[in-house]
Every structure is written in C-alpha cells, then in structure tokens.
C-alpha cells in the first residue's frame, strides 16, 4: 500500500515555514493561513503539544511511539506518526518532520477486513437471508447502513 509522506518544514519555536504538496492538500495550508503559525495550534490534544515540543527544543523523538493528534480541514482528528525529523542543510534551527497519517491507513485496513469476512460469509452461508444480514451487519462497522438494503 502506498502512502503519501507529509513533510512540513517547521522553525525553533514550531512555527509552520513550509511543507510538501502532499501537507499543503492535508492541511489545507493556503486556505487556512497557516504558513507562519503555530504547528500546536492545529494539535488535538496536550499529547500532541508535548511531542511538538520535545521535538522543536530537544530535536529528539521516538520513532516507534512518538505520534501526533490534529484536527484538520474536515474537523476531524487524524493521528500522525512521526517517521523522522531532521534539521535542515543550512542550520538556520529548521526542521523537517516527515509524518505518515495512520488515520488512512487504520481505515483502510479496517475496510479490507471487513471485506474478507464478507468474502468469508458469502462462502460459507448456506442461507441467503442469513448472508443478507452478515453483510448487512459488516457493512455497518465501515459506513452507515441504516438504509442500505442487501437483497
């Protein structure tokens, strides 16, 4: 599965300087004014803040478990993991934060299950009422399916 990497060129004191095309479309950087603000103002939670921080000031993370939480164009929360940060060639104290949005990949993971245990019932139910219901049922863990009708 391809991902698109987000990468958000951000100052010492988090500031947002600049991003990739991929960040610009996430967050909706242009229309959001959000080029010279501050990266925490976007953060879901103290969490998010926390991590900012140490990464800005520290210029440490923790590849494996350092995540962030923000609220973005649709007003949803999508949780970013941080796959690196790296200071950038002219040592002005910039810095690269390359991200990945689990939000895309956990949903898209949870559609392909779903999908196999449809697959799954539809070779296993003998009964076509029965498989109507189990899909109908699956279908409701990935949209709403109060008017989706199988049959």
Avoid: W
């Avoid at 923790?62 to 164009?73: C, E, F, G, R, Y």
């Avoid at 993971?109 to 296993?124: D, G, H, M, V």
Wanted: net charge negative; charged share 30%; hydrophobic share 40%.
């Amino acid at each position: 599965m391809y991902v698109d990497i987000i990468i958000l060129v951000v100052d010492k004191r988090a500031n947002l300087i600049d991003g990739n095309g991929t960040a610009f479309k996430f967050l909706d950087i242009e229309n959001k004014n959000l080029l010279d603000k501050n990266l925490k103002v976007l953060c879901a939670d103290d969490d998010s803040v926390a991590v900012i921080d140490k990464i800005v000031k520290q210029k440490e993370f923790n590849p494996k478990a350092d995540m962030i939480s923000l609220v973005l164009q649709d007003n949803n929360k999508h949780v970013l993991k941080i796959k690196s940060a790296e200071l950038t060639e002219n040592n002005n104290g910039n810095l690269l934060l390359f991200l990945t949005d689990l939000t895309e990949i956990n949903k898209t993971k949870q559609i392909t299950e779903t999908l196999f245990r449809i697959s799954r019932e539809a070779n296993l139910c003998r009964n076509l009422d029965v498989l109507y219901a189990k899909i109908h049922d699956n279908l409701k863990e990935i949209t709403n399916a109060t008017n989706f009708a199988v049959g």
